[in-house]
Every structure is written in C-alpha cells, then in structure tokens.
C-alpha cells in the first residue's frame, strides 16, 4: 500500500465514521519482513488495509489494534519481537524486531 493509497483509505474512514486504528513501522532492528514506514489500517472488526509483515507479528498488532479501539482509545509503541520463535516454529521467520507505533481514530 503506498502512502497515498493509506491516506486515501483513512479519509474514506473518516467520510464513513469507521473507526480505524493506523499501524506504522518506526524502527527496525535486525531482518523484518516489511521496512521503516510501512503502515496499515486495522478496523474494530479485525479487518485490515495494507501490511506491517503478515503472520504473527502482524497478529500482535491486530491484537494490540484491537485494545487500543476497544479499551484504551489512545496511541501506544508496540515492540513486535520476531527473533522469539526462531527454531520454533516453521514457516517465515525474519528474527528481527520493529517497532510499531499504533493510533486509534475515532471519529466524533
């Protein structure tokens, strides 16, 4: 999803009063799927727009998304550490670390 892409859909999201939590790559340490700035939407619903790495990583966020909507209504710095289920778990594992800032839009 490019940069105009995301704020496209944010403002479609604001048009439609849907609250949306916004999920953006800070930082990166080490191998990560997606780099610095790379951004998604995440709606109450679980449903999502764009990408931050798919697979667990990407669940932690929708997870954290989902408390920030639901719960807290306000931003946090996630730490999503992909390095723990080296040697677990099968599949795609890059074994870095991003930090994710995530902030919940609700609309008045």
Same mark, same amino acid.
């Given at each position: 999803?490019?940069?105009? !892409?995301?704020?496209? +859909?944010? &403002? !479609? @999201?604001?048009? #439609?009063?849907?609250?949306?939590? &916004? ?14 700035? &790379? ?5 109450? #619903?679980? =449903? ?15 997870? &954290? =998304?989902? +408390? @920030?909507?639901?719960?807290?209504? +306000? ?5 999503? #550490? ?9 599949? #795609?594992? @890059? ?14």
């Amino acid at each position: 999803m490019t940069d105009r !892409e995301f704020f496209e +859909k944010l &403002a !479609e @999201c604001e048009r #439609d009063r849907l609250p949306v939590c &916004a999920a953006t790559i800070v930082r990166t340490f080490g191998s990560t799927p997606r780099e610095t700035g &790379a951004k998604m939407i995440i709606t109450a #619903d679980g =449903s999502t727009w764009g990408s931050v790495g798919g697979g667990c990583g990407e669940n932690q966020v929708r997870s &954290a =998304s989902l +408390k @920030c909507l639901l719960v807290t209504k +306000k931003p946090l710095l996630l730490d999503v #550490d992909l390095t723990d289920d080296l040697g677990t778990k099968g599949g #795609d594992v @890059c074994g870095g670390r991003m930090h994710i800032l995530v902030e919940p839009y609700i609309w008045a």
